[in-house]
């Protein structure tokens, strides 16, 4: 309960019964300072060399659809090479406007992460959203930094889709 400190009329105290809302406040602020420690924790910053994939390999298509982000940055469908402005006109030829299609997507290992996604946002303004990534079957080795690239002579990998 509360009093107020007016000059009483009568010389007695009165009761307030307005709501005390200090505790609130109090853990309201708590709470605030809690999570703005705990937010900067939840985020992760950490590099790392992404692992070969021991899927399964899963059937392919009858005719499937490559495209290949090569060293250099340019782009080939099957065996051709297609600039990057003509690819919806040269997907849309291959896949008979099929764009429920799916693409298979592989790129050298040289090839930075941004510029995979910009070939992938390529392919999703083009209309083709459903795009698999191309990688190395697992065949059992460590894949480290010292470690063969699966895939090379040396090591016999295969490429699974």
Do not use: C, H, W
Not at 109 to 123: E, H, I, P, Q, S
């Amino acid at each position: 309960m509360a009093v107020t400190l007016k000059d009483p009329q009568d010389g007695d105290l009165t009761e307030v019964s307005d709501i005390n809302v200090t505790p609130f406040i109090d853990v309201m602020l708590v709470l605030l300072i809690i999570f703005m420690v705990a937010a900067p924790l939840s985020t992760v910053d950490v590099a790392v060399d992404l692992p070969v994939s021991n899927a399964q390999q899963q059937p392919r298509p009858d005719k499937p659809v490559f495209l290949t982000v090569k060293p250099d940055l340019t782009l080939a469908l099957g065996n051709e090479n297609v600039p990057r402005s003509a690819l919806q006109a040269t997907l849309d030829q291959q896949t008979s406007n099929d764009r429920e299609q799916r693409i298979f997507l592989r790129a050298d290992g040289v090839v930075a992460y941004r510029d995979l996604m910009n070939v992938m946002n390529l392919l999703r303004q083009a209309g083709y959203l459903k795009i698999a990534l191309v990688g190395l079957e697992d065949v059992g080795q460590i894949a480290g930094p010292a470690a063969v690239p699966p895939g090379s002579p040396q090591s016999g990998g295969s490429p699974q889709p």
